[in-house]
């Protein structure tokens, strides 16, 4: 299978409103996860929390999922320290 890269810039003008419109939410929605964060005392959670979620249905969706992962992954994780 080939795949042709296409040059920059584009045909096609992609500031549309449409476009502009969600850049502007997702702008908005990135400003409050970046205060929300800032509140929390150890951000390191926040992340150890999303790879554990992750990992869970990883896990999940290859059936391997067993009873005490969790407690297993945390035991080696950074809220040992």
């Given at each position: 299978?080939?795949?042709?890269?296409?040059?920059?810039?584009?045909d096609?003008d992609?500031?549309?409103?449409?476009?502009?419109?969600?850049?502007?939410?997702a702008?908005?929605?990135?400003?409050?996860l970046?205060?929300a964060?800032?509140?929390i005392?150890n951000?390191?959670?926040?992340?150890?929390?999303?790879?554990?979620?992750?990992?869970?249905?990883?896990?999940?969706?290859?059936?391997?999922?067993?009873p005490?992962?969790?407690k297993?992954?945390l035991?080696?994780?950074?809220?040992?320290?």
């Amino acid at each position: 299978m080939n795949y042709k890269i296409a040059l920059l810039p584009f045909d096609i003008d992609l500031e549309t409103k449409p476009v502009l419109k969600k850049v502007a939410a997702a702008r908005a929605a990135l400003a409050e996860l970046k205060g929300a964060v800032a509140s929390i005392p150890n951000e390191a959670i926040l992340i150890s929390t999303l790879s554990l979620q992750e990992a869970k249905d990883m896990k999940r969706a290859s059936g391997h999922l067993q009873p005490g992962f969790a407690k297993q992954y945390l035991s080696a994780s950074i809220y040992q320290n």
